[in-house]
């Protein structure tokens, strides 16, 4: 009985466990399905993207949430940044361009990429290939582009970033019209937008005033033959790197209006075609630009509408190809107003001006100007001069008949640096017969020459040997003042073989005006500014004497010369107890320490005495 009795009750208990499981287990199941419902009944969940970052709130939310309106018809803070999720979204083809991931939607011709880093293929070659999920699509099929946000894992949200090269990148999109989302656009690491826009013939507008250019090298043919662009939005972008402005605008047919006054352009080499073709009234901003290290403007300005241009701040002494470079202007039939300043134009740079004849303003206005008509063959010889015997001068073609602001021929500026023109023989024969001193095999450690009258080059050939001496003018008093003249304006071309900064007349350095090695400039003279000497280059510009004739210094033991890549010159051997000169500050080549000799020749700073 007992025995029965446990057995008995060992089944209760098992039957009543499992009895017990069943029923959890089935109660879990009618509650998950009853949780289910009462979601989709009572709570319509609303899928929304911030910044393509997927989330979920509830209708109570958005009714009371302004942010969450749609982008298309409301107006909230960040209608730029809620988009419809690509759960919903209907495209006909995706893919991967490099960290970007990219969709086609058929119907609105939309072309929608979010952040990441975008590869440097072109749009129109990426599309070409075909190697992406969906129906393929032609460079044509493309109206917009469109840029989004995306949020990393680490919590940031990220920009669609342009590679380093990012040449074409946008480019051959005949159909395109317009970008949406500019402004999700990372440019900070691209050096190269050559062609970025280029071709896109159906574009009207662009506004890339977000845009950090700091790294861009290269602006050739950014926009080139945008035949239907009529405003760019330029204001904030940065062109301290720029090198190459080269057809930059070039065919754009339709561009009436540009803004480009911020622009640093000390370091563009090339400008040809830059305004070939546009149809701009006035390029007032440009009047300013820094233009010492341009070497080529052929064919830069074509513009019919253009009705004034004022180049008198422009140093043109060291451009070689000026082929056309006022092709087509003058042709305005309400007049041209052209103002020059003393700066050398080659004759070629006149070779298709439109303007029969020009008429200096001299002393009287622009409407009513009171010199001499003269040819435009005749205007071409006053300028193919020295620069001090260039005239600067305003010139009419005919009487205008549009209001104009006075023209600004005021030279502080535009004398920053007078270069020598280093086609000129007199130069070449100057430079060739300087005295060396301090020769060593195959290095010369030339002093930079002086054009002094004969009678004081044996006076001073002592002096020289040590160190370059200015040439005291004959009444001039020998004072020490904070400031004087020491010498007269004896004008001298001189190499530059170090990284030199310029000074004005209180000897505070010009921020961001920088001599790089390698260029000629002129100097006039020397003055004393704060009990240091300087080298004249121009009005109230000065360089320090030393950065440009260099430091005798000897050589404490046998020494390699060295390039710039900090590799051994074969043959070149300075030999103990020798002397060379050393210009500016050592520099750092591969973590080692060299100064200056000459022209990419170095040696270690461990090696000179």
Known sequence: MLKFNNGEGKNNAYYFSKNNRVKFFSYSLIASALIGSAMVTTEKAVYASVNSSPISVSDSDTKNNNSFKNNITGKSEIENSVTKSTQNEKFTARGKDNKCDWTYNEDTKTLTIKGGVLSATPISQMLADHDYEGEKVSPSDIQYIKFELVMADYGEYLKAGLARN???????????????GLDNVDASNASDLSSLFANDVSLKQLDLSSWDTISNR??????????QLTEVNLDNFRTDSVFDF?????????????????????????MSYMFNGIVATDLDDITSWQTYNVTNMSYMFNDPNLRQLNLSHWDTGNIFEMTSMLDGLGNNSNGFILSLGKHRLKPAAFATFKMP??????????AKPAGKAISVAELAKLYDKEDVNCPAETYV?????????????????????LPVNKGDSSFESNNSTAGSVGTTTGISTNVPPVSAPASEVQNNKKATEDEPVAIPAKDEKQTVEPQSVDSNNVKAPRTIYCSIQVYDKTGSPIKGFILKPGMTVETFGTQTINNQKFYKLGKNIFANSQDIEGKKRKIKHNSFVYNKKGKRIRKLLVKKGKSVRVYGNPIKIKKKLYYVIDKNKYIKVNNIA
Do not use: R, Y
Request: hydrophobic letters at 35%; glycine letters at 6%.
């Open 246 to 270: 080269s057809h930059m605008f070039e065919g754009d047919t339709s561009l009436t209006t540009l803004k480009l006054a911020n622009w640093k352009t000390g370091n563009v080499k090339n």
């Open 397 to 417: 073609s005919q009487p205008i008949t549009w209001s104009n602001g006075s023209i600004d021929l005021n030279h502080a500026t535009s004398d920053n640096h």
């Open 218 to 227: 290269d602006m050739n043919s950014m926009f080139k033959n945008d035949v």
């Open 357 to 366: 004849k020009v008429i200096p303003v001299s002393n009287g206005s622009i």
């Open 166 to 180: 990012s040449s074409s990148k946008f480019a051959n999109l005949p159909n395109l019209i317009g970008f949406i």
